[in-house]
């Protein structure tokens, strides 16, 4: 099993390009979660979907959008990139059953926007 | 929401020596606290974790304590080894998870 897989694994773009980061898990997770990692500010969270066909927004969801394609796949896409959104990003995934279940997160993506 | 507040931001020990990480939380109704381990360049690992109904877990060189009346926990790492350098993470959840709120990170440096 790959666990969470992110593509792709480094990105540079101009300032007003789109793209799109993508996820996907074979672990058979209901929820699935997008963070952004800065310097001395730990992860915090953009969007998430606690199942297939939702999605919410987390602590920091400016500037992106998500869509959760089907149970595997959830993507990140930025619609006009600004230097601010240069970070390094984490996808994440969470099985359901019983209660505190940790999340796996995958190799990241990191974004620099000139 | 969720507040997640993580000291020291940087630990430097000797080979050997123990190493403690202590996170206060602000929301009562959070029930499960995870440790992540990051090496540099790598995805956060999951190390330990501890759900409310426990006050102290133990997994070899590793301890988590939590006090829910004062909402802070700590991690408790014995017998540092050069390997065990990397950024350490606390987090805070209730029951659905979605509400994880991260500390901001500790880098520890093992010397040895």
């Known amino acids: 099993n790959a666990g969470v897989t992110q593509t792709p694994k480094f990105q540079v773009l101009k300032t007003g390009q789109s793209m799109t980061l993508q996820c996907a898990q074979d672990?058979?997770?209901?929820?699935m979660y997008w963070y952004r990692q800065d310097p001395g500010m730990g992860l915090r969270l953009i969007y998430y979907?606690?199942?297939?066909?939702?999605?919410d927004k987390g602590e920091v969801p400016n500037g992106y959008n998500v869509s959760r394609l089907n149970k595997r796949e959830f993507s990140l896409r930025l619609e006009s990139a600004a230097p601010s959104q240069t970070s390094v990003y984490f996808c994440?995934?969470?099985?359901?059953?019983?209660?505190?279940?940790?999340?796996?997160f995958g190799d990241g993506t990191r974004l620099s926007i000139l | 929401g969720e507040n997640v507040e993580q000291h020291p931001s940087t630990l430097s020990v000797q080979e050997g020596d123990s190493a403690v990480i202590k996170c206060t939380y602000s929301?009562?109704?959070?029930?499960?606290f995870p440790w992540y381990k990051q090496e540099l360049g790598k995805r956060p690992q999951l190390i330990i974790d501890?759900?409310?109904?426990?006050g102290e877990k133990k997994d070899q060189r590793i301890a988590v304590t939590l006090n829910k009346t004062a909402k802070h926990f700590s991690l408790h790492i014995t017998e540092t080894q050069p390997e065990d350098s990397a950024v350490y993470f606390c987090?805070?959840?209730?029951?659905?998870?979605?509400?994880?709120?991260f500390g901001a990170g500790t880098r520890l440096t093992v010397k040895p």
């Open positions: 987090a805070a959840s209730s029951n659905n998870n979605n509400d994880m709120r």
């Open positions: 929301d009562s109704a959070s029930n499960y």
């Open positions: 979907s606690a199942s297939e066909g939702t999605t």
């Open positions: 672990m058979n997770h209901n929820s």
């Open positions: 501890i759900r409310s109904n426990v």
């Open positions: 994440a995934s969470r099985g359901s059953t019983g209660l505190g279940q940790p999340q796996h």
